[in-house]
């Protein structure tokens, strides 16, 4: 199977059936469904991104070093790659498949095909993407470096990629280990189509509360657009090293990067100090949200001398910020999900993410099947919320039907029935 898939006999769809399925049985064509978060891998694209570094020395070594890993992950990382489980998920990282890349959609780059499908089969209608191993772009020990590698991924993205279909946004990445840089980036991109807002990387370690980020936070308030925390994890972290399983390190530190960010922002009262800035939380699931509100709600409390600038509680903050829902803890009872949604007042506040095609990935069903939610609490989380929160339109587009899908890509069709 995996070889017939390798050498793109097995169109990929087949791992994505059964969200087929649920998205005609759960009447999702009848309302809009918002991605909040879906990946890209830009490490497949080195060759058509480092042109469009502009500094010559930077440029000559990430053509060097592309050549020789043949693919860009060293270029922003050292993390292990853990994602696939070693090669067990088909889907991560992967193309679609010779034929279909090679017979659907001819008029799209291949990426931007592959996202299309992937959002067709699971009836999204918009998708803001995200780079994927630039997410541990913010580890480079050289700011220049982080710099111009998110510089020229952005050109690259907004002029290459995105122009060819407005289904799929992005927020943009900010070299936040560079300030000033930071606010240049929000003055090129904050106009540019496609753009819904601005995205931090959480692995890093410069503090996001400190007055450097002043102009930042303000540059990006006066655009009206959101700006984004992206959770992650390192591995090489102090406390994170003592863990010696990838789950173990997934599972915490992508809510312990949320958490310092988040914490940091809140004591130091940048919501009051930037009142019209609009923050996101993505890819930390929810579990760690009740828990942050009744802990710095209990301290602060005790020593409100230490939050002068804080005018109500911390959770009350919390509950204006927008969350991602990905990866929902699904195994968690009911009542304590209820609970967590009513405390975040997630029907105004939570947004779906599928985080496709990464390993833990959800479909829009783990929002519907909630069996405590009203159906107007589902379709805001599922989409509305989003569409207020980035200004889309509401009307459907992804396709209703598998037939209407494979009307786009020929190589899927023949393969519609199989699971």
């Known amino acids: 199977m995996r070889e017939l898939y390798d050498r793109g006999q097995v169109p990929i769809p087949n791992l994505l059936a059964n969200a087929r399925r649920q998205a005609e049985e759960r009447g999702f064509s009848d309302f809009p469904i918002i991605d909040v978060d879906s990946h890209h891998y830009e490490d497949r694209r080195w060759s058509e991104i480092v042109p469009y570094i502009e500094d010559d020395?930077?440029?000559?070594?990430?053509?060097?070093m592309t050549r020789r890993a043949g693919r860009g992950a060293t270029i922003t990382s050292s993390q292990i790659g853990n994602q696939e489980i070693a090669g067990r998920i088909l889907r991560?990282?992967?193309?679609?498949?010779?034929?279909?890349?090679?017979?659907?959609?001819?008029?799209?780059?291949?990426?931007?095909?592959?996202?299309?499908?992937?959002?067709?089969?699971?009836?999204?209608?918009?998708?803001?993407?995200?780079?994927?191993?630039?997410?541990?772009?913010?580890?480079?020990?050289?700011?220049?470096?982080e710099v111009a590698i998110a510089r020229a991924y952005t050109r690259w993205l907004t002029r290459e990629l995105l122009p060819q279909d407005d289904r799929v946004r992005t927020l943009v990445y900010l070299p936040f280990n560079d300030p000033a840089e930071s606010?240049?980036?929000?003055?090129?991109?904050?106009?540019?189509?496609?753009?819904?807002?601005?995205?931090?990387?959480?692995?890093r370690y410069?503090?996001?509360?400190?007055?450097?980020?002043?102009?930042?936070?303000?540059?990006?308030?006066?655009?009206?657009?959101?700006?984004?925390?992206?959770?992650?994890?390192?591995?090489?972290?102090?406390?994170?090293?003592q863990?010696?399983?990838?789950?173990?390190?997934?599972?915490?530190?992508?809510?312990?990067?949320?958490?310092?960010?988040?914490?940091?922002?809140?004591?130091?009262?940048?919501?009051?100090?930037?009142?019209?800035?609009?923050?996101?939380?993505?890819?930390?699931?929810?579990?760690w949200i009740p828990f942050l509100m009744q802990r710095l709600d209990n301290e602060y409390l005790m020593r409100t001398s230490e939050c002068p600038g804080l005018t109500k509680l911390p959770s009350d903050y919390m509950k204006d910020m927008f969350f991602s829902t990905q990866p929902m803890e699904r195994v968690a009872p009911t009542a304590y999900m209820r609970e967590a949604f009513e405390l975040m007042d997630a029907e105004n506040t939570l947004l779906y993410s599928s985080d496709y095609p990464h390993?833990?990935?959800?479909?829009?069903?783990?929002?519907?099947?909630?069996?405590?939610?009203?159906?107007?609490?589902?379709?805001?989380?599922?989409?509305?919320?989003?569409?207020?929160?980035?200004?889309?339109?509401?009307?459907?587009?992804?396709?209703?039907?598998?037939?209407?899908i494979g009307a786009g890509y020929p190589?899927?069709?023949a393969t519609a029935g199989l699971s």
Request: charged share 20%; with cysteine.
């Open 359 to 404: 390993w833990d990935f959800d479909t829009p069903s783990v929002i519907q099947d909630l069996p405590f939610l009203s159906e107007t609490a589902k379709r805001n989380i599922l989409g509305g919320n989003a569409c207020r929160l980035f200004g889309l339109p509401t009307e459907k587009r992804a396709p209703k039907t598998m037939a209407e």
């Open 57 to 64: 020395q930077i440029r000559d070594w990430a053509t060097s």
């Open 411 to 413: 190589a899927v069709e």
């Open 206 to 241: 410069r503090p996001v509360h400190a007055n450097e980020y002043a102009p930042v936070y303000s540059a990006i308030q006066a655009t009206g657009k959101p700006i984004a925390f992206h959770a992650g994890y390192n591995w090489h972290d102090q406390s994170l090293s």
């Open 183 to 203: 606010v240049k980036f929000v003055e090129e991109f904050a106009d540019v189509p496609g753009v819904v807002g601005f995205m931090v990387t959480s692995v």
């Open 243 to 287: 863990l010696n399983k990838f789950i173990s390190a997934h599972a915490l530190g992508f809510t312990f990067t949320s958490i310092i960010h988040l914490t940091n922002i809140l004591v130091n009262a940048i919501p009051e100090r930037f009142p019209g800035l609009k923050f996101m939380w993505v890819e930390s699931g929810l579990a």
């Open 92 to 145: 991560a990282g992967h193309q679609l498949g010779s034929k279909i890349e090679a017979e659907a959609r001819a008029d799209h780059h291949p990426d931007m095909a592959r996202m299309l499908w992937a959002m067709d089969m699971m009836s999204i209608d918009y998708s803001i993407m995200f780079p994927t191993p630039m997410l541990h772009l913010s580890l480079h020990p050289a700011a220049e470096v």
